[in-house]
């Protein structure tokens, strides 16, 4: 797969609050029009437009000397022209809650490479984890005459309305979070993720938990603190009642970690991904708590910096450019076959084990186990 720097600056996504790619943006400056190719071939503009649509009833010569204009003058349709007309604009716009979150960007990616590899383009939007903002860049898309959407939903609540409306105009995916709404899904199964973390701690003899999260209304999020209640409960009961909310951030993992210290430290912390758990650590190091010997601490998502702190996080590993070739697979199928009944597709976790869980480990991808959570606590 290309990297971004590798792709010429017409091919990637428009600067964020542009409604053009930046490609089309250049080849406006440039624009060779329908007049021109008219020209060349010497025939109509209304011949050209026919011959260029695959329309019926032109003639073999007339199409052969459009043609062969049109490419002699690198002449491409007029996006703006076909938006304006409702026609397809082989743009695809996508929302993401926050672009800062180290968790987005390989999404991004993956989706951006696959759309480039079937002569679409992508028009990118932060939502700035807000749904109001959200609801203003969906409305945006629709402005544009995007030909599909895809979306990681702020609010599980919030964001329903306007993305529902969006799902009624043109195809929408949604990627790892969602809303109850009628569309195509691609997501993790993240209950699997968290019952993988759990039967790992149990084996390695811990028996008191905390789950460290977010207080936001968010779907993985909540999937993830309902697979800890579920699997903790029949460990140590008193651990379903230890869950601190606040948001997904390292300083939230901070202020989490000085509230568990600062009380009787469980025997190990779940958070509900890495940054979390780079603050939780970052404030045992400091309180001189240590890690995995005192306390075992792990992440989700397998960020690059897990395997960069000290000591190494035990993570789950979610497949981020699965993630995003799925969801840009999932929508320009959709596009092309609007009538295809909804799908939804579920990926596995993998439970990537390092030393911030246990003291002797070298950094390896454990497949999960074969037996599960209730046969280990018996």
């Known amino acids: 797969m290309r990297g971004r720097s590798d792709r010429p600056v017409e091919d990637r996504p428009a600067t964020i609050g542009c409604p053009w790619t930046a ?9 060779v029009t329908i007049d021109d190719v008219a020209r060349a071939a010497g025939v109509s503009t209304a011949s050209v437009s026919r011959a260029l649509s695959g329309s019926r009833g032109v003639r073999v010569e007339t199409l052969r000397k459009v043609t062969a204009a049109a490419n002699s003058l690198d002449y491409r349709v007029n996006p703006v022209a076909s938006a304006l007309r409702g026609k397809v604009t082989r743009t695809v716009g996508m929302v993401v809650p926050d672009i800062v979150n180290p968790f987005f960007p390989a999404v991004v990616k993956a989706v951006d490479d696959a759309l480039h590899n079937s002569g679409m383009s ?12 959200e609801a203003d860049r969906l409305a945006a898309l629709l402005a544009r005459n995007v030909d599909g959407v895809i979306i990681s939903p702020v609010d599980s609540v919030k964001s329903r309305a306007a993305v529902a409306a969006v799902a009624k105009r043109v195809p929408l995916i949604q990627v790892d979070r969602r809303v109850h709404v009628e569309s195509d899904i691609v997501s993790v199964d993240h ?25 936001r209304r968010v779907s993985i999020a909540s999937e993830r603190l309902e ?8 460990v140590d009961r008193a651990s379903v009642n230890r869950v601190f909310a606040g948001d997904l951030s390292i300083a939230w993992g901070v202020e989490a970690a000085t509230r568990i210290a600062d009380g009787t430290c469980p025997e190990a912390v779940v958070c509900a991904n890495d940054l979390i758990a780079l603050g939780v650590l970052r ?34 590993r979610q497949p981020l450019e699965q993630l995003g070739r799925e969801a840009a697979r999932f929508v320009l199928s959709a596009i092309e076959s609007p009538e295809l009944p909804r799908r939804e597709l579920r990926l596995l976790p993998e439970l990537v084990v390092r030393d ?16 599960n959570l209730a046969d280990i606590i018996g």
């Open 122 to 133: 992508l028009f990118l939007c932060d939502a700035d984890n807000s749904p109001e903002v």
């Open 227 to 234: 697979a800890y209640v579920r699997c903790v409960r029949r």
């Open 356 to 371: 911030s869980s246990r003291l002797t480990v070298t950094s390896t991808a454990v497949d999960p186990p074969v037996l």
């Open 283 to 316: 404030t045992f190091r400091i309180k001189g708590i240590r890690v995995p010997e005192d306390v075992a601490v792990t992440g989700y998502d397998d960020l690059v910096l897990a395997d960069m702190v000290e000591p190494r996080l035990t993570t789950v």
């Open 23 to 31: 490609g089309e943006l250049l080849w406006l400056a440039t624009m």
């Open 191 to 215: 209950s699997r993720g968290i019952q993988l973390v759990l039967e790992h701690l149990v084996a390695e003899g811990r028996t008191s938990f905390a789950f460290v999260t977010t207080a």
